[in-house]
């Protein structure tokens, strides 16, 4: 037998034993989890039985609330024990089909004895407690499987850095308890285990790549010194997968002091949340919290406005060309999302602090309580050394004081004597009890002017209950009026030109569509963040200083306006960046240029950028064909993973590409890919696509509201898609009409680096020139006559 066999079937052993080992422990534990949902049912059965209840002098009451607080906690003890049982057998579980992926042999400087550590996603201790059966992949020593080859190496660790040498470097690929690869490498993850699950086709959600961390992935997931990360990579080079490992790296080194709600992933769309949501849970990990920006943006604002999306701003700009205000729009979005127009908020500001607050009157049954010019000139009465947010802490509290003046003059009103008679048994018990409480008197001690003293009582409740709606609208500063002090830097040309600020060309024209949408009740989004920045600069921002990591998914996404306010909200949260200036396609987002706006807010020893140029998404061929589509395409370095090159082909008319694109379709599916994707532009295009193909194949309509990403064919809008991966991608109209614009580049070129395996264009008239600029000899052009 050869030497190889022999290593083959003594791997294997190891892996019979440790998952017979895992077994073994399973069953313990699920026996061990039932008898702890016994406890806590009959726990739960018994809670009162097993509790002391006496009232009758404040020992026992004292007695008796510490009996419950026992029980209490009785119970909560067991269930957190049933719940940690139920994660440790989740883990276990996935530990018995795939216990670990690698291993390295390693012989400490010093040391007489070589130690084997087989690296998984969990670690497993023997049963003495004593020795590491697996090492989670997190682990200090783990990192030598990520950055070295055999040699020379070293890991550091909490008491400093453990020198010494890699004898072996093994990766494995077990399924089910059975090795199905093993491979010795000199480097870092052999190509032949990355070939292997590259090769694999698209799942409906993201996977774990714990196995095949390359180097620089795993300088990023271990970084815990920067401030600010900035991971700018190529289409398909693993940034959000090395993003999610970094998640699960965090909650692993920082157990103690950190958990998942205390990080959040800012993602792009709804359906890109349900994709990402396996990750963690996978590495025994709980997810943590997702929003989307306009999920932030409405959670505070669409109490007030219908607030645009951005996916509508991007359908606006890419189907709305012949509008009349089409390019005013344009500049607005430019402007309004830049640094020169937080710096205009900023100054307005400064401007407001001396005149210019706007206010709305307190009223109450359509009788004024206090005059808006009132507020305004008490506002401007204060030292106007006071900051704006605590001069109006100090109105607030005046307006709350007069309310309570004018509750007096009220309970003989005539509308109090009506509400009175409304009154139910109820409400005058209450005033009898309230009365003998209040005296501290008993029902012998009742004297003939009580009733007198219970209609007091119950004009005063009936007051304070009518009141209690405006005294919360005043704690919720709405006697400012922020809508009319926003739309105001608009109006009034001369606030505008006092600022010194620097004004766009079409900024009369960008004032009067701002001002016509706000009467409207409308918010364009790029009015939204400085909206809210206002806001918090009048009344006080109101951080989150419990959140400490935020992550941001295509970042390139994000105006420079944005990134500030996110980390003016979040001050005490790290930030991890990960964006792709190629696939920069919103106008908001300046092409990218928030990316070096938000670097500004860091000291550059906080900050730390990462540049990943190799492409593992698609094959050689997709990458070649790609990279030429976009300028400065050569920094892109193709994965050797061979497959059939792109194929480009013309239609004489739409039946055509739709015929062609079905038949297509239909023979994707023969061959057994599961995961196909027709991208149109836009979403009204993608609408039309479905309705024309559905009769023909079986396929599914993604919109922007779309909540979860499945398996199976599908038609969607190509901004929708970023993020995503398809086996294969049938761009649905690749022509001029379609892809000829500068601004339309990146958009194109996102929609053909979704495709892992195959890409097929279609197109009508004149192929894109975008096409024209790549080689002839990276993809294959046909034509269907």
Same mark, same amino acid.
């Given at each position: ?26 069953? #313990? ?7 702890? +949902? ?11 039985? $097993? #509790? ?5 002098? @404040? $020992? ?5 609330? *510490? ?35 690698? +291993? ?7 040391? =007489? ?35 070295? =080859? ?18 072996? %470097? ?13 491979? $010795? ?57 090395? *993003? ?45 919290? &997702?929003?989307?920006? &306009? ?54 500001? *400064? ?37 704006? =947010? ?6 607030? $509290? ?11 003059? &009220? ?21 009898? &009890? ?62 505008? !030109? ?54 941001? /998914? ?50 550059? *020893?906080?900050?730390?950028?990462? #540049? ?14 790609? +990279?030429?589509?976009?300028?400065? @395409? ?69 919109? %922007?509201?779309? !909540?979860?990403?499945? +398996? ?14 398809? /086996? ?17 580049? %990146? ?39």
């Amino acid at each position: 037998m050869s030497t190889e066999n022999q290593e083959w079937l003594n791997e294997q052993a190891r892996v019979n034993h440790i998952v017979a080992e895992i077994h073994d422990r399973i069953e #313990v534990l699920g026996h061990q989890v039932s008898d702890v +949902r016994t406890d806590i049912v009959d726990i739960r059965k018994t809670f009162w039985d $097993d #509790v002391t209840v006496n009232f009758e002098d @404040g $020992d026992e009451a004292a007695e008796t609330a *510490a009996s419950i607080k026992q029980q209490a906690e009785l119970m909560s003890e067991r269930e957190r024990s049933h719940r940690q049982a139920q994660k440790q057998m989740k883990t276990l579980a996935r530990l018995e089909q795939s216990p670990y992926f690698g +291993r390295i042999d390693f012989k400490e400087t010093g040391e =007489p004895d070589t130690e084997k550590v087989y690296l998984g996603i969990a670690s497993l201790l023997d049963k003495s407690g004593m020795e590491f059966l697996i090492y989670d992949w997190r682990a200090p020593v783990s990192s030598l499987y990520y950055d070295y =080859p055999p040699g020379p190496a070293k890991y550091e660790t909490p008491s400093g850095a453990i020198e010494g040498e890699m004898q072996l %470097k093994r990766q494995f690929i077990v399924r089910n308890g059975r090795i199905s690869s093993m491979f $010795d490498t000199g480097v870092t993850i052999g190509d032949e285990l990355l070939k292997e699950v590259l090769g694999k086709q698209a799942d409906s959600q993201m996977k774990s790549i714990v196995a095949t961390i390359q180097r620089e992935q795993n300088r990023i997931i271990r970084n815990e010194h920067s401030k600010l990360l900035v991971v700018q990579g190529a289409a398909g080079s693993g940034k959000t997968s090395a *993003a999610l490992q970094r998640v699960a790296y965090l909650l692993y080194r920082h157990r103690q002091t950190l958990s998942a709600e205390q990080i959040v992933l800012f993602s792009p769309n709804p359906m890109f949340n349900h994709y990402v949501s396996t990750v963690l849970p996978e590495l025994g990990e709980e997810n943590m919290q &997702q929003v989307t920006y &306009q999920e932030f943006l409405d959670h505070r604002l669409s109490s007030f406005f219908t607030v645009e999306d951005p996916i509508d701003l991007l359908e606006y700009e890419h189907s709305a060309r012949d509008d009349a205000d089409y390019s005013v729009r344009m500049a607005a979005v430019h402007y309004k999302s830049s640094v020169d127009f937080m710096e205009m908020i900023e100054r307005y500001v *400064a401007y407001l602090g001396r005149e210019g607050m706007l206010f709305k009157s307190v009223y109450f049954h359509d009788e004024v309580i206090v005059s808006a010019e009132r507020l305004r000139d008490l506002f401007y009465s204060y030292n106007q050394e006071i900051s704006i =947010p605590n001069r109006v802490d100090m109105l607030k $509290d005046w307006i709350l004081k007069q309310l309570k003046a004018y509750s007096r003059t &009220q309970t003989s009103k005539s509308w109090v004597e009506e509400q009175m008679e409304l009154l139910e048994k109820e409400d005058y018990l209450w005033a009898h &009890q309230e009365l003998r409480r209040r005296r501290g008197s008993t029902p012998e001690e009742d004297t003939f002017d009580d009733f007198d003293r219970e209609q007091e009582l119950l004009a005063i409740k009936i007051v304070q209950d009518a009141l209690k709606p405006l005294r919360n609208s005043v704690k919720k500063l709405m006697f400012i009026d922020l809508q009319s002090i926003y739309m105001q830097l608009f109006e009034n040309t001369h606030i505008a !030109a006092s600022l010194q600020v620097k004004l766009p060309q079409e900024w009369a024209e960008i004032a009067r569509m701002s001002v016509e949408r706000l009467h409207a009740g409308s918010l364009l989004y790029e009015d939204a963040t400085p909206y809210l920045d206002l806001q918090g600069r009048i009344e006080g921002v109101h951080v989150n200083t419990s959140i400490r990591h935020v992550f941001i /998914d295509e970042g390139q996404d994000y105006s420079p306006y944005q990134y500030f306010f996110v980390k003016r909200m979040l001050p005490r949260s790290r930030m991890t960046v990960l964006g792709d200036l190629n696939q920069a396609i919103f106008t908001h987002a300046g092409s990218g240029s928030g990316l070096q706006a938000i670097k500004e807010h860091y000291d550059e *020893a906080e900050t730390e950028t990462f #540049v990943l140029t190799q492409s593992y998404r698609s094959t050689r061929q997709i990458v070649e064909f790609t +990279r030429q589509l976009i300028k400065g @395409g050569e920094v892109i370095e193709p994965f050797n993973r061979n497959g059939v090159m792109p194929t480009l082909m013309k239609v004489p008319d739409e039946t055509a590409l739709i015929n062609n694109i079905a038949q297509r379709i239909l023979s994707l599916q023969a061959e057994g890919y599961e995961s196909i994707a027709v991208i149109c532009k836009t979403a009204a295009e993608s609408e039309r696509a479905h309705a024309a193909l559905k009769d023909l194949v079986l396929l599914r309509l993604i919109g %922007k509201d779309t !909540a979860s990403f499945e +398996r199976g064919t599908l038609v969607i809008p190509s901004y929708l898609a970023k993020g995503v991966e398809f /086996d294969a991608v049938l761009v649905y109209n690749a022509s001029m009409d379609h892809y000829a614009q500068e601004g339309e580049r %990146k958009l194109f070129y996102t929609a053909c680096t979704r495709a892992m395996h195959e890409l097929y264009m279609y197109y009508t008239g004149e192929r894109s020139p975008f096409i024209a600029e790549a080689s002839r000899d990276s993809y294959v052009h046909v034509e269907d006559n």
